[in-house]
């Protein structure tokens, strides 16, 4: 699946939310120029707000950082169908063959990668241990998720992390 590509080309303003690939929604939080090799270039500062880091996004390279907005309605109830699939083969590959694709479905931003990632992980919980690395993952996944999801849908994060794990209650 893909995200919308029109968002990508979208220019944010001061207050704006966006989602930064592998790091989450954050706020636009002013938009400035600064001199680069004796090049004037104007950056979104956005301010992460699962974790309060500033990330400067030169405005002209957002398509090739992924900085997207946030989904809509219709979208969301694609991350829940994904999250909700279980016909599904879980790779049975090295965990840490499987770590480092999950983690390259994390960077591209896109949530219906994290959703898979978040799917599959919370079903192989099921199955056997998962490594440190993994758990870690998980968490890293189920926090962006239940950000984006709460932000879009305007609802409480809690509420979002109860509907989660309704779906993945065994």
């Known amino acids: 699946m893909t995200e919308r590509r029109s968002a990508l080309n979208r220019e944010f303003k001061v207050g ?37 880091m500033t990330i400067m996004v030169p405005t002209s390279n957002v398509r090739s950082v992924g900085l ?8 969301v109830d694609i ?3 994904i999250m909700r699939e279980r016909d599904i083969s879980i790779n049975e590959q090295t965990w840490n063959r499987r770590y480092r694709e999950y983690m ?36 890293t996944a189920r926090t962006l998720i ?5 932000i879009s849908q305007e609802v409480s994060e809690e509420e979002i992390a109860e509907e989660i794990d ?5």
Not at 18 to 41: L, Q
Not at 68 to 75: A, G, K, L, W
Not at 116 to 137: A, H, N
């Open 16 to 52: 704006d939310v966006a989602v930064y690939p592998a790091h989450g929604v954050g706020k636009v939080h002013s938009i400035e120029e600064r001199e680069i090799a004796g090049n004037k270039h104007k950056f979104y500062i956005l301010k992460i707000l699962d974790t309060g």
């Open 68 to 75: 997207r907005e946030v989904i809509n309605e219709s979208e």
């Open 79 to 81: 991350v829940y169908e």
């Open 104 to 139: 390259d479905k994390i960077k591209t931003g896109s949530i219906y990668e994290i959703a898979e990632v978040l799917r599959d992980l919370m079903l192989l919980r099921y199955e056997k241990e998962l490594s440190f690395g993994e758990r870690k993952m998980l968490d």
């Open 146 to 150: 239940i950000k984006e999801l709460a």
């Open 166 to 170: 309704e779906i993945f209650a065994n």
